[in-house]
């Protein structure tokens, strides 16, 4: 299995999670020390798990980093595109941690960069790997999305954060998801994308009312869909959401 994003947060604790049913884990992680020191604390719990050098906005990195595991393994069966950023999130949070940064006041560049990593990334990666996860008998692909990424949530609901580029990201996101899902379907390959609830990582200051373990379950419950199960869906852990 391999999970990008993986030092910290939702990235790690899936890693463990999937290392706990005895996948062996590639921990992608773009710094070396960081993403060494986390691997070494899982492998320190009894885990097969090995660091990957893995920067999902660079295709150079991607192309070394599925060089790197074709040369180790000879198939993939997971795929957990988790790698996410939302420059500029925690610095447009209210005193009473509701999002307060306009669509008028967008940063271009930020919205870029986010898409570079959240959307553009998954896409990298997925056909980087692709030959490996063609080669596994039943892969699986998670897409690590947002409640933020739902149009109906966001048109039905005054009260959802309106962040405009991380949120449209994730609705990129989940259309890339269903792309893959029509694709990979005749391969016998499962592509789903997780909205993991608002959880308190860095990526938002903790703010969130989330664990990590929490947000993990739904992201390791699509990885190890059985045979028949759903493809080219949007979940979260009690089911699928609206689009």
Do not use: C
């Not at 391999?2 to 921990?27: F, Q, S």
């Not at 000879?74 to 610095?91: F, K, M, Q, R």
């Not at 954060?161 to 990201?169: A, L, Q, R």
Request: aromatic content about 6%; charged content about 20%; hydrophobic content about 45%.
């Amino acid at each position: 299995a391999l999970v990008t994003g993986a030092n910290k947060g939702i990235g790690r604790e899936t890693v463990r999670r999937l290392a706990a049913l005895d996948y062996k884990v590639w921990l992608g992680a773009r710094d070396a020390e960081r993403g060494e020191t986390a691997a070494q604390a899982l492998r320190d719990e009894g885990f097969d798990v090995e660091w990957l050098a893995l920067d999902v906005a660079s295709d150079d990195s991607v192309a070394a980093a599925a060089k790197t595991v074709a040369a180790r393994i000879s198939s993939l069966d997971v795929l957990v595109n988790n790698a996410g950023i939302a420059p500029g999130y925690v610095e447009a949070l209210g005193p009473d941690g509701r999002y307060e940064g306009p669509p008028s006041r967008e940063n271009i560049a930020d919205m870029q960069a986010t898409y570079d990593v959240n959307v553009f990334g998954p896409v990298r990666v997925t056909q980087a790997f692709l030959p490996l996860l063609l080669a596994s008998p039943a892969a699986r692909i998670v897409m690590v999305s947002s409640y933020l990424g739902s149009l109906a949530r966001a048109a039905g609901n005054s009260q959802s954060p309106n962040v405009m580029g991380y949120g449209s990201s994730k609705t990129a996101l989940n259309a890339v998801t269903l792309a893959f899902a029509r694709e990979l379907a005749p391969h016998g390959i499962m592509v789903n994308a997780a909205a993991p609830g608002y959880t308190a990582t860095d990526l938002n200051a903790h703010r969130g009312g989330r664990t990590v373990q929490q947000a993990a379950e739904i992201i390791a419950r699509l990885a190890t869909l059985e045979p028949g199960g759903p493809t080219g869906g949007y979940f979260d852990e009690n089911g699928p959401l609206p689009w």
